[in-house]
């Protein structure tokens, strides 16, 4: 597995939400490199920062990770994750950035993207920025525009929108720096509109429908997460929704749906797309240049009748990103064979494919397996909005009928009202198991009609 480089950001204390997300991070802590646990401030904590909360949960994973490792290999020891907490300034904003500012927390993100290392640096921002702010500004004042441009280069932003005045400093400031954001503040409606809320906010801050509420909610969590172990304790109860900074690691889980190359592709942490937002009132300032931000899926709801929203292209996943994380917990306290463990989705021929219109095409998952030995079942469905084929007054994943699409072996014939007669086809096999609870991985095909 190619894992990627984490560096995490986070107001941890401001309100339940930061703690619950770090520790479902946690048990996925074997999917990346994680080389920073920085606590800072934010618009909701602006003169503290909380990095014995950060410390506190990751002892309790150290009492659980011999455990995880049984299940999965290459789980970092607490030992090396103490090694990487740190804390900002205990300041708001922009007032933590210049000469003179410097914290251990911005040290030790310039230390990390400077290592020699191929692959860009994720810096997952759960509150506010300061930290990254300064670490840019530092670069800035002391380096060569060439030495800056290869920083900046390194560096992958997504942030659980504006928590601070930084970010859009920052984006405007560094116009090439890679930034994936629901841009915008709190006071105004921001939060209500971001596409983070679609992981739990039915009932607060987006107040969407189509989801299935209850695996987000108190006594789901109770049973499913807090009721286990010794880090299942550390979980706490939110306050307003649940882990609203949980997207930012999901967009990087390694199942097989997403790519981190690709916000557009949509992932467990939502899809974004690249453009320039226009002006809201809940924006700072007006946006100077494009980066990923909110983007549109349609989406069956759990209640029969399709949705069209930003957020759904993150609930749509709610149920396999919930089951994952269960079972995750599972494997804190059971030993291997009383727990489950995701099925392996494969293909049976390449993830890409060239066809042209009429053209019958073959799916195939032979070959897909579960390492528990569970039966599994199979669900093959058109990504509309991650591809570019426009078929004629259709959006919905209905536009593109797939036959046999709950078979192991399926097909489609590849539409001829196309408006541009071209472009991009996505299909995802989604591959479940019959365990409990039961775990999904997919795989993307993607067909370039000419």
């Known amino acids: 597995m190619n894992k990627q480089r984490v560096f995490v950001l986070t107001d941890i204390e401001n309100e339940p939400d930061d703690a619950m997300s770090l520790v479902r991070f946690l048990v996925y802590a074997n999917q990346w490199d994680i080389e920073g646990l920085v606590a800072t401030t934010s618009i909701h904590l602006q003169n503290r920062t909380a990095r014995f909360r950060i410390e506190e949960i990751v002892a309790a994973y150290g009492s659980v990770r011999d455990q995880l490792e049984k299940h999965e290999r290459g789980f970092p020891t607490a030992q090396d994750l103490e090694s990487v907490i740190s804390e900002g300034l205990p300041v708001y904003g922009l007032e933590g950035v210049g000469e003179g500012k410097d914290s251990q927390g911005s040290e030790l993100l310039i230390n990390a993207i400077d290592r020699r290392d191929d692959r860009p640096l994720w810096v997952l921002c759960w509150g506010g920025t300061n930290v990254l702010a300064q670490a840019l500004w530092k670069v800035k004042q002391t380096r060569s525009k060439e030495a800056l441009e290869k920083f900046t280069s390194s560096i992958r932003v997504f942030t659980t929108s504006d928590q601070d005045d930084t970010g859009p400093w920052i984006r405007k400031t560094f116009p090439k720096l890679f930034y994936m954001t629901s841009p915008g503040f709190h006071d105004g409606g921001a939060y209500h509109y971001a596409t983070w809320s679609g992981i739990s906010g039915d009932q607060f801050h987006g107040r969407f429908t189509g989801a299935n509420f209850e695996i987000v909610d108190h006594p789901w969590l109770d049973q499913h997460i807090r009721k286990k172990g010794p880090l299942g304790k550390q979980y706490p109860k939110s306050k307003y929704l649940m882990e609203g900074d949980s997207p930012t690691f999901l967009y990087l889980i390694n199942n097989g749906l997403g790519s981190p190359d690709h916000p557009e592709w949509g992932s467990w942490g939502g899809r974004y797309e690249f453009y320039t937002p226009r002006m809201q009132r809940y924006f700072l300032e007006p946006e100077t240049r494009p980066f990923y931000s909110d983007a549109v899926d349609e989406v069956l ?150």
């Open 301 to 450: 709801g759990v209640d029969g009748h399709w949705h069209t929203s930003n957020h759904a292209t993150i609930w749509r996943f709610r149920q396999a990103f919930q089951n994952d994380f269960s079972a995750r917990m599972d494997w804190t306290i059971k030993e291997v064979d009383e727990a489950n463990h995701p099925p392996i989705a494969k293909l049976n021929h390449p993830n890409h494919l060239i066809a042209m219109q009429g053209e019958k095409i073959y799916l195939s998952a032979k070959g897909s397996f579960d390492p528990d030995g569970d039966d599994l079942s199979y669900q093959w469905f058109y990504y509309p909005e991650a591809g570019s084929f426009t078929v004629s007054h259709a959006t919905t994943a209905e536009s593109i009928p797939i036959h046999n699409a709950n078979q192991e072996e399926a097909w489609f014939i590849v539409p001829t009202e196309n408006v541009f007669k071209k472009g991009t086809i996505h299909i995802i096999l989604a591959v479940t198991d019959k365990g409990t609870p039961p775990l999904t991985r997919y795989q993307r095909v993607i067909i370039d009609v000419n």
